[in-house]
């Protein structure tokens, strides 16, 4: 049994779907459900149901899996520990994070980036979902939220800070005046309801009760758009509303939204240095911008 047979059926036991499975591997749904029969006429035995609602494993499946992963560990050790040895600032490194900070704080500094180091080649991931820097999902990871795990390493790099903005057509047509009072009858723009918990709709939900909810979106970036329509007051990103001419800001982040930014990387990692020369440029950069 090969490594990659494994990873497919890793990567399909994990996700329940072929397509899922496809796009983490950049390969075909096709490919790998040739790949899962395969393994299974080699293994002689039945290792997913197959039903409209994806593949879940078998109970020949679920033992399979669980060897299956210490493979994986041991694998992503040893590739790590071939990384940590490179010393040259050249090669791939792929960063995730959500798709606001990628836009508004880590993409503006691409270009300085690639002055200093041209033989680095970014790949900047924007996605709520937490990469698993062990799984080589990923190797640098910038959040707001500060993880437990003992075999990350984990350096602040600077503020994520969001207030409270509209249109400056919106805020003279209400008369609006920075520091606001009360967001009573105003017009507010929200997260849809599977993302209410994401940035500042938690605020929202206490301070705006009383507010008329005019649009949601599941992203900042829509609501940025929306903002900048009219269509009513948005939690947004400093760093980029603060400098928009088409917006006022209503209240600082200081009394909306201010979160630490972290930058983590797998310990294994850091002597690699394409990865330590894009942990030290992300936080620079980012404590310069945000403070």
């Not at 990350?152 to 609006?176: F, P, V």
């Not at 105003?186 to 309801?193: A, G, K, N, R």
């Not at 009383?210 to 948005?234: P, Q, S, W």
């Not at 600082?252 to 894009?278: G, I, Q, W, Y």
Request: proline share 4%.
């Amino acid at each position: 049994m090969e490594w990659d047979d494994l990873k497919h059926f890793l990567a399909v036991a994990r996700s329940g779907s072929l397509a899922d499975a496809a796009r983490s591997l950049k390969t075909s749904p096709a490919t790998v459900g040739r790949r899962i029969t395969a393994l299974e006429n080699k293994m002689g035995a039945r290792l997913f149901r197959r039903n409209q609602t994806g593949y879940s494993l078998t109970e020949n499946g679920e033992a399979i899996r669980i060897r299956a992963e210490e493979v994986e560990d041991a694998v992503l050790k040893v590739e790590r520990e071939v990384l940590g040895r490179d010393l040259r600032p050249s090669g791939k490194v792929r960063v995730t994070t959500t798709d606001e900070i990628a836009t508004h704080l880590v993409a503006p500094l691409l270009g300085e980036f690639r002055v200093q180091y041209p033989e680095i080649v970014l790949e900047l991931v924007g996605d709520t979902r937490l990469a698993n820097l062990g799984r080589r999902e990923a190797d640098i990871a910038l959040r707001t939220a500060r993880p437990v795990q003992n075999d990350l390493l984990i350096r602040h790099a600077g503020w994520w800070k969001c207030g409270l903005y509209a249109a400056e057509s919106y805020a003279q047509a209400h008369n609006l005046k920075p520091d606001l009072a009360t967001l009573s009858d105003l017009h507010i723009i929200s997260w849809t309801e599977e993302c209410s918990h994401f940035r500042g709709g938690p605020w929202l939900a206490e301070h705006a009760r009383d507010a008329v909810v005019a649009f949601e979106a599941n992203t900042m970036r829509i609501h940025y758009a929306a903002c900048k329509a009219g269509m009513g007051l948005a939690i947004l990103p400093s760093l980029s509303a603060d400098k928009d001419p088409d917006l006022i800001r209503l209240l600082p982040p200081e009394k909306v939204l201010a979160m630490e930014l972290f930058v983590l990387v797998h310990r294994d990692l850091t002597h690699t240095k394409r990865v330590r020369a894009v942990i030290e440029f992300l936080c620079d950069r980012i404590a310069k911008a945000t403070r």
